[in-house]
């Protein structure tokens, strides 16, 4: 019998699995103490839970918070606004990973600047960056470059191997960020009463769940690695649940069949031979984060777009649109139907805001799935 | 050999062109009179439609820009109950194409038209400078004669049950893994629907609204019904048929296969006494034939998991990109 590609997920959708499960957790959950208000880190879960109406099936004391891993949506406007100006740079060609095509910068996107002619490529994978540079090798190839730490390590397999390959034309522009610090930043604000983490799926996969055992031991708060499907959200919360009820405060694994406690050496190793962690990153929503996001290390400064043209790529804050209330989604803080523009002045189409333009972001989920 | 900017200058390589390639694939009475324009008979009500065709890359799996652009026009007409009959093709075809790719076009032009009863009796031809159009575009435009009227997207009333032809999301699967270099074995369904369609007029089935689910997919013609006929459609998310295969492509790339293409599959609205009927003749055709859903009060377009979990499907809203992680 093989195996085929169905077989990898359609169990974790499986109606009946999801509905033991709730009974399970309606067990639970009315053992509580107080409501469970559960921040999903990565966005991708927060699209797991629209689009497969999980929390329609939860009691009413399960609540959850969305979190700020939407690599997009994070992402200043400033920095935005330098993939657009790299991409109008003569000889130039802008590579980047899907939705960073459609995010609006201060006054432009790079959806727009291609149609103005700029040369811009959405990848589907890191890699196709090296064919991109050598089949143009006249050209500068920008690889503009995002994502939390589940990307992070593709970025440095490519530098790799147009190093070893002997590609010189090929540029980068780093914004990796990392997840724990932002955590950190939330539970330090406190406002948003958070008292349950669901760990990210993939950044877990590379940074391992030790790299939680900060949230467990600081801030007392229970933290399971789920993975992205709807059955792995919903034995994530039996399993948070019973760390609450059983007064445990603990790290736990629900995503097992990709995450480890270590994490991914290998790919841990090759991030740290070409990139290191920058003292502070301005996060979109958040502010500055000390120590929160990664940059290239100075010995391969003549790759590092930000060096080679720094002349024209400024570092002013840029504020979010008044109305837009992003900021305080990404800290927990509010729920996207509490903004006023949400649905009106801010869609898909037209987004005012990140959130709502990443299929990651919580506006754009609630948007498609919850409006 | 290539296509040069000589072959739309109007003189003889122009000529050599139409008659060689063009009226020995498509001949026709009609065509080969080589009029100013064509003089055709038409009685009755008649259906007209016409669509550009623009295509990277422009061979697929499971057809080309020709095919697509024959199926595409047909699809329309038999969409509105209506026979395609006549038809009329405009190339723009950029400089340097090569020749052998216009013919295996023509040919696969030629090919389709026989599955219908339709003749191409007008055309035209221009080259184009490269770099001014990608490769090749081609309009064509299309007369039917209507078998069966009153089919609209504001006819759908509270109780009318929703099917869908086949398996949905091929050709938008086959295209995106193309653009973004996955390999695939997956066919596009494009194809020429005038025979389900004629089967269900002539079994007698009153179809209320029909549309062949193109650029959008299926969430589009659902989105597009429940506005016009003010109506909700509640969709059941295990009856809508989807392949293994567009399903795994969805998963690498975090596409929604509601929202991919289709060139050859349509969505039919019947009476609730129709449905069942209705399934069986389509599944003569193909066996992913299904019910699913209906049309409730309300507005817009609902999913209901087989958990008790409903979501709404929206309109796909701007360009089809992979997610980033």
Redesign the interface.
Known sequence: MSL???DL?SKFRD?AT??AL?KEIEKEAVKLKEPMRVMEICG?HTHTI?????K??LPDNINFIHGPGC??CVMPKERIDHAIILAKQPDVILAT??????VPGSTSSL?KARAEGANVV????TL?VLEIAKANPDKKVVFFA???E??TPMTAALMKRALNEGVKNIYYHINHVLVPPPMRAIMDGGEARINAFIGPS?VSVIIGAKSYEFLAKDYNTPVVVAGFEPVDVMESILMLLKQKNEGRCEVEIQYKRATTYEGNLVAQKLIDEFMEVRDSFRWRGLGDIPYSALKLKDKFSEFDAEKVWADVLPNKPIDDHKLCICGEILKGLANPKECKVFATAC???NPLGSCMV???GACNAY????? | MKITLAYGGGGEETNKLIKDLFYENFKNDILIKAEDAAIINIDGKTAFTTDSFTIDPIFFNGGDIGKLSIAGTCNDLAMMGAEPKFLSISFIIEEGLHFNDLKKIVDSISTELKKVNAKIVCGDTKVVPAGSVDKIFINTSGIGKVIKDNISAHNLKIGDKILVSRDIGRHGSVVLAKR???DTEINSDCKILWDEVKALIDEGIEIKAMRDATRGGLSAVLNEWAEASNIRIEIEE?KIPIS?EV??LC?I??FEPMDLANEGTFIVAVESKDAEKTKEILKKFNKNASIIGEVVEGEKVVLK????????I?LP???L?????
């Open positions: 085929s590609l169905k997920y109606p999801i509905k709730k991708g629209m689009k497969y109406g999980i329609q099936i690599p997009v990973l899907g939705d960073m095509i459609r959806a959405p990848l589907h994978s196709d995002i994502g939390f589940t990307t993939h869609t898909p189409s990443s299929d990651e948007y498609r799935y919850g409006r | 973004f270099g996955v295990d293994d399903s795994g998963e790339f975090g998991t087989p958990y008790g979990s409903k979501r709404y929206d809203k701007g360009e990109l992979p997610r980033i992680c």
